[in-house]
């Protein structure tokens, strides 16, 4: 079996795809790629950033750097989602 169909369960009768298993299984891969997307764009920014001449290790400056950087863009990255999440029920409330 090559995997690319084995996520997606057959129920109902008939073998028929249930749609609400299949909304909620398409639900977490969006999840799991927008959790790469910010791991992936947080990396490259932050080691830009912090990393003058990469090597075997980092020196203390490079830690604390890096550390906060990623602290800072992860608290950024949430207040950005929580307003468009608001702005997104608030726009639904209206329609």
Do not use: H
Not at 7 to 20: H, V, Y
Not at 31 to 49: G, P
């Amino acid at each position: 079996m090559d995997g690319f169909g084995s996520d997606f369960s057959a129920g109902g009768a008939g073998g028929k795809l249930d749609t609400g298993t299949i909304m909620e299984q398409v639900k977490v891969q969006i999840a799991v790629a927008n959790a790469q997307e910010l791991l992936q764009r947080m990396t490259d920014k932050c080691f830009k950033k912090c990393i003058g001449k990469p090597g075997s290790t980092l020196d203390n400056s490079e830690q604390k750097c890096l550390a906060m950087c990623m602290d800072r863009y992860m608290d950024s990255w949430n207040i950005v989602s929580r307003t468009y999440n608001s702005r997104l029920q608030k726009e639904r409330a209206r329609m």
